[in-house]
């Protein structure tokens, strides 16, 4: 089961914004990332749910999406993500987060995954301009903006080429192709 859901949790980037994501569904997700390990038990995360088309407009204009699609923009209106969970860290509890925000990031993916949903998860945000336009309180940074919705495109794992490329490409049919180093390569 485990192994069906990391396989299924792949970067997604264009989804049916049709679909809908409630808000009790980030919160059901958000409750597993809270359940997850935290450096020195510091829990310092906090989140910001978006599932309201204004909100998530607002979020959408500070993503840059997917750097190695050089003539992609990101996703066109209808393909756009459904919700958004903001994570971020607040610093009057701690300013280290350790590795709290890929585990709780990997939940709450694999938590969408199981309920037939998909994301991405973005470092690439402007920070600054998102954080004045959600009002956020000095006290909080954001550490990414996970994307959320029903996938609509097919996300495929292949071997890395002879060249040794890393970087994920489409085809012309629009289909997604992330290279995966094999076991033996990485098992030292």
């Given at each position: 089961m485990i192994r069906e859901l990391v396989i299924k949790n792949r970067?997604?980037?264009?989804?049916?914004?049709?679909?809908?994501?409630?808000e009790q569904q980030?919160?059901?997700?958000?409750?597993?990332?809270?359940?997850?390990?935290?450096?020195?038990?510091?829990?310092?995360l906090k989140y910001f749910l978006s599932c309201e088309k204004e909100t998530n407009e607002m979020i959408f204009r500070h993503l840059k999406w997917a750097g190695a699609l050089k003539d992609w923009d990101g996703p066109e209106e209808g393909e756009k993500?459904?919700?958004?969970?903001?994570m971020l860290v607040d610093t009057n509890i701690s300013e280290n987060y350790w590795w709290d925000h890929g585990l709780a990031a990997?939940?709450?993916?694999?938590?969408a995954v199981e309920e037939g949903?998909?994301?991405?998860?973005?470092?690439?945000?402007?920070?600054?301009?998102?954080?004045?336009d959600m009002n956020l309180p000095e006290r909080y940074e954001i550490i990414m903006v996970i994307a959320?919705?029903?996938?609509?495109?097919?996300?495929?794992?292949?071997?890395?080429?002879?060249d040794g490329n890393m970087k994920y490409y489409r085809d012309e049919e629009g289909n997604h192709y992330v290279p995966k180093r094999s076991l033996d390569e990485i098992i030292i």
């Amino acid at each position: 089961m485990i192994r069906e859901l990391v396989i299924k949790n792949r970067t997604y980037r264009r989804f049916d914004q049709e679909s809908v994501i409630v808000e009790q569904q980030l919160r059901d997700w958000v409750d597993l990332a809270r359940m997850t390990s935290s450096g020195q038990n510091n829990q310092p995360l906090k989140y910001f749910l978006s599932c309201e088309k204004e909100t998530n407009e607002m979020i959408f204009r500070h993503l840059k999406w997917a750097g190695a699609l050089k003539d992609w923009d990101g996703p066109e209106e209808g393909e756009k993500p459904s919700a958004y969970i903001v994570m971020l860290v607040d610093t009057n509890i701690s300013e280290n987060y350790w590795w709290d925000h890929g585990l709780a990031a990997q939940s709450i993916l694999l938590a969408a995954v199981e309920e037939g949903y998909g994301g991405c998860m973005f470092g690439s945000v402007d920070r600054k301009n998102l954080a004045e336009d959600m009002n956020l309180p000095e006290r909080y940074e954001i550490i990414m903006v996970i994307a959320l919705g029903k996938p609509v495109e097919n996300v495929t794992m292949v071997p890395v080429g002879e060249d040794g490329n890393m970087k994920y490409y489409r085809d012309e049919e629009g289909n997604h192709y992330v290279p995966k180093r094999s076991l033996d390569e990485i098992i030292i």
